[in-house]
């Protein structure tokens, strides 16, 4: 189970063999790690379902391989997105082994032992999120790790101070852990080392983010939506050849924006931005890191209220109109995305 879908494993996965899975998406959703939040936005699970399963099958028809098998339509059968006739919030998927990192806590910090990684391990997730920037709109994590010094302009092949808002003239691209308790921001070194990545595997992975950034750019485009950046995972085959895995080009994955507006989990995050949860939150993340802590939650003094119910609407038209449009199939009884975005701006002036 994760914090907004579950995996039925049909098949396991061997060392040599992959198996076969059907994620099962949910209405739950998760902002800033916390996992699991304290009420449900309607339809999401069904129109993230969908908005994956089309990005899938547009990167399958220039050749990208990925672990995408079909959605499982009302009578059980794997179908196509052109197929279906009624929304479906199970997807097909071929499965890998994750291997975790082991942890140990050194001199008071958490360490991450990856030595289970190497250029000779096959059938597994590559334990990254791999992130494609195509502008900096208004909270993207680049103006914080700039102001902390945690990353250069050199670093973003930058030769200026950055805006918010700003376009970029090609993409940036940065990269994550994905396994471990808070997404740790990695320089591509430190990313190859810890996954085992051969040099020409290190060129492959900026290859497939850039196909999937195009790809997912033009299916945002296709609903109205500019695409600002967004993450991906990958795995290796039982050959070691690379997959896309996972779900991508969905408003949980991207920060897609229409006409200057966050339509995506942004929505949400800004919501909880102005609460006293997520100050608590902060303060929770940097102690347990001071102190090499890894729960970080059990040291949080707040628990995250609900959202206001006319947001958790206006979130839930967003994710189902946006899949309506991006695929071209109105599955979904939902205003289109122009009166959508009306009614956010709407709400946001009744809470200026």
Not at 21 to 44: N, T
Not at 101 to 108: A, D, E, M
Not at 224 to 235: F, Y
Not at 262 to 290: C, I, M, P
Request: glycine share 8%.
């Amino acid at each position: 189970m994760g914090s907004v879908k579950d995996l039925q494993v049909i098949r396991k996965p061997t060392k040599t063999a992959m198996g076969v899975g059907r994620f099962l998406f949910s209405d739950r959703y998760s902002v800033f790690d916390w996992g699991e939040m304290p009420d449900h936005i309607d339809g999401k699970g069904t129109a993230l379902c969908l908005m994956g399963a089309y990005c899938f099958e547009q990167l399958e028809k220039i050749g990208v391989a990925t672990h995408y098998r079909g959605l499982v339509n009302e009578k059980g059968k794997t179908v196509k997105v052109a197929e279906l006739k009624q929304p479906s919030s199970i997807m097909e998927v071929a499965l890998v082994n994750v291997y975790k990192p082991k942890i140990s806590v050194v001199k008071g910090k958490i360490v991450h032992d990856y030595s289970v990684y190497n250029s000779a391990l096959k059938n597994c997730l590559i334990p990254l999120e791999i992130i494609y920037r195509n502008g900096l709109p208004e909270g993207s994590s680049v103006f914080k790790r700039l102001a902390q010094g945690k990353i250069t302009l050199k670093d973003l092949s930058l030769d200026h101070q950055p805006k918010p808002g700003e376009n970029l003239a090609k993409p940036i691209f940065d990269v994550s852990t994905k396994l471990e308790e808070t997404d740790r921001y990695l320089t591509w070194t430190e990313a190859q080392k810890i996954a085992g990545l051969t040099d020409q595997e290190l060129v492959d992975v900026k290859a497939v983010l850039l196909k999937a950034d195009e790809t997912i750019t033009k299916a945002a485009s296709d609903a109205g939506l500019k695409n600002e950046d967004g993450k991906i995972e990958l795995g290796f085959d039982d050959k070691r050849k690379l997959m896309l895995v996972d779900v991508l080009g969905t408003l949980d994955e991207c920060r897609f924006t229409y006409e200057g507006v966050h339509v995506s989990k942004e929505v949400a995050r800004q919501f909880y931005k102005n609460t006293g949860w997520f100050n608590d939150l902060e303060k929770a993340k940097k102690e347990a890191e001071a102190m090499g802590v890894q729960d970080w939650k059990s040291m949080c003094k707040s628990q995250p209220p609900k959202l206001d119910l006319k947001l958790k609407t206006v979130i839930s038209q967003m994710y189902m109109a946006v899949a309506n449009e991006m695929t071209g199939k109105n599955l979904f009884d939902t205003p289109n995305l122009s009166k959508v975005i009306d009614n956010y701006k709407e709400y946001m002036g009744e809470k200026a």
